[in-house]
């Protein structure tokens, strides 16, 4: 059923009244004074772990004509460039929780080889730490190390902390400086272990379990860098009979005084072909969002943190991941190789809106992952292409900065059917979804406007409204679209790319029109002046 709804992006997720509207065109209203936070710049962040061809074959392939003499591939080192990736996690991911770093430092032809059982792969360690730090400063990218709290031990992870970040004098630091790097790599973010509450993990243990050795470990490692920032293993594990919030409630608890954020972790698919189910994916995430940070809230109220700010949310990792998800796609060397299409690029367009829409508590986003492994870039021998999903990721990174605003959005509305948002999770069903998925910030004078039209078939007509000040000048159009929502990219061919659009012609108005088309994510870039 459609309907036309008025609400505030903040309840967006939530089947909250509706009002008539009788407005002949949808509306959007921006109010530069009604704030929601900053945007922080790790919201566009990336994910690089030892899985299938993300490493090897991917970022790092030795004899490759398109590798340097380092093993870099050139050609993808261009390509994430340009995504302007602001943080990027390393090295997993289920991989980390039997990884020992020692394995992959020295000379390279010293290395053990080692199995690799998250993935079912011979693991060479010839790219480990300081091969993905000199990768990092490379790609201009904040590094965000994952230690292991499966198999490893809390002495381990304060050695890798010691090996990094300590300049000189115990044996770390100086075994990392005569492996030729003299100054500390300076590490600031590491997460205490990844998805621990997942039965799928190597070390899993319940929430008290691991909040005791979460602990221990943060101690050691803040004695040996007191500057670093602390990410736990919040729930991943929404399955039936699973109860992600009481792991999260008891790791927020015993550890609010230790650490800065609680990582997050959510995959989405389309296994029944319900486009209109698909495309609302991204409210889930925000309703997750929400839970927790009720969670934190209350948590808050009687921690003992000094100075410093409470803690925030880390969506970690975030994909779609459906299609490559049976036993001959999920391991080996060609594991989770998914190809995405527009309806994914739209997906995750609403992704990115959401963080916007929660840039009060949501202070870092990773997508997972980088290339090749359910990534924007995807590589063969000869060459690679940019998938679909690369060209919003790149748009947002690039232009969606500063404050983010809670605008009002009124519009027609649709209900899902119920569908499983992930594999193997449970159901969920969405209600009064609006067409329009909106975000919007303002920095400097600018307005940013980040618009998913959810329509399959219709363009949707849209005054947009300033509530304080004018718009003035030309606004830029950018769009992502594409012949129809399952056009997908491929070497030597792109059906869908960022499309600069003629600009709207302004002059000094607080009321705009423009027709966002149908299954298209559209960003508008102009000024507003008092």
Not at 118 to 138: C, H, I, P, Q, V
Request: charged letters at 25%; aromatic letters at 10%; proline letters at 4%.
């Amino acid at each position: 059923m459609i309907k036309s709804t008025i609400k505030p992006l903040l309840l967006l997720a939530f089947a909250g009244m509706a009002f008539s509207s009788g407005a002949q065109n949808a509306r959007i209203k921006i109010d530069i004074d009604r704030k929601i936070g900053e945007v922080d710049k790790h919201l566009y962040g990336n994910f690089v772990e030892h899985l299938g061809r993300c490493v090897y074959g991917g970022i790092y392939e030795e004899g490759s004509p398109l590798a340097d003499d380092k093993g870099i591939r050139l050609d993808v080192l261009d390509a994430v460039k340009d995504l302007n990736v602001s943080i990027t996690r390393y090295p997993g991911g289920n991989f980390v929780s039997n990884y020992h770093w020692q394995d992959g430092i020295g000379p390279k032809d010293q290395r053990p080889a080692r199995m690799e059982l998250a993935w079912a792969r011979l693991e060479s360690n010839r790219f480990g730490t300081d091969e993905f730090m000199d990768y990092a400063k490379r790609m201009n990218t904040e590094p965000y190390f994952s230690v292991n709290m499966g198999t490893g031990t809390i002495e381990e992870a304060q050695q890798w902390v010691e090996y990094c970040n300590v300049k000189s004098g115990p044996y770390f630091a100086e075994l990392r400086k005569k492996n030729g790097y003299p100054e500390p790599h300076n590490i600031k973010y590491w997460s205490l272990g990844n998805e621990m509450d997942g039965f799928w993990q190597m070390g899993h243990m319940n929430a008290e379990d691991y909040s005791k050795k979460a602990r221990e470990a943060a101690k050691l490692m803040k004695l040996t860098s007191p500057d670093i920032k602390l990410i736990a293993a919040g729930s991943s594990n929404y399955r039936p009979n699973a109860d992600p919030n009481e792991w999260n409630a008891t790791i927020l608890h015993e550890l609010r005084d230790v650490i800065d954020y609680i990582a997050l972790h959510m995959y989405v698919g389309n296994p029944d072909n319900n486009y209109y189910n698909f495309i609302s994916t991204p409210l889930v995430l925000e309703e997750r969002t929400r839970v927790v940070k009720g969670l934190i809230d209350r948590e808050m109220e009687n921690a003992d943190r000094g100075n410093r700010p409470p803690i925030y949310i880390a969506w970690d990792e975030y994909n779609i991941w459906y299609r490559a998800r049976s036993e001959d796609t999920m391991a080996g060397t060609r594991a989770l190789e998914e190809h995405y299409n527009l309806e994914d690029a739209l997906v995750i367009s609403g992704f990115l809106n959401a963080f916007i829409r929660n840039a009060d508590i949501v202070k870092m986003a990773n997508m997972a992952q980088l290339v090749n492994v359910i990534a924007p870039i995807f590589t063969n021998e000869t060459g690679m292409f940019k998938q679909t999903i690369y060209y919003p990721l790149q748009l947002f990174a690039k232009n969606v900065h500063g404050t983010a605003l809670d605008v009002l959005v009124d519009c027609e509305t649709y209900d899902t059917d119920k569908f499983f948002v992930g594999l193997g999770e449970s159901t969920t069903q969405q209600k009064n979804v609006p067409f329009l998925d909106v975000s919007a910030t303002y920095n400097n004078g600018e307005v940013i406007l980040c618009v998913v039209n959810r329509n399959k078939d219709k363009a949707i007509t849209t005054d947009l409204i300033s509530q304080e000040g004018n718009f003035s000048g030309d606004f830029e159009v950018f769009e992502v679209n594409g012949p129809d929502i399952k056009s997908e990219n491929d070497f030597g061919k792109t059906n869908v790319e960022t499309v600069n659009k003629p600009a709207i012609k302004v002059k000094t108005t607080d009321k705009l029109t423009y027709s966002f088309p149908p299954h298209s994510f559209t960003m508008l870039k102009g000024k507003i002046v008092k």
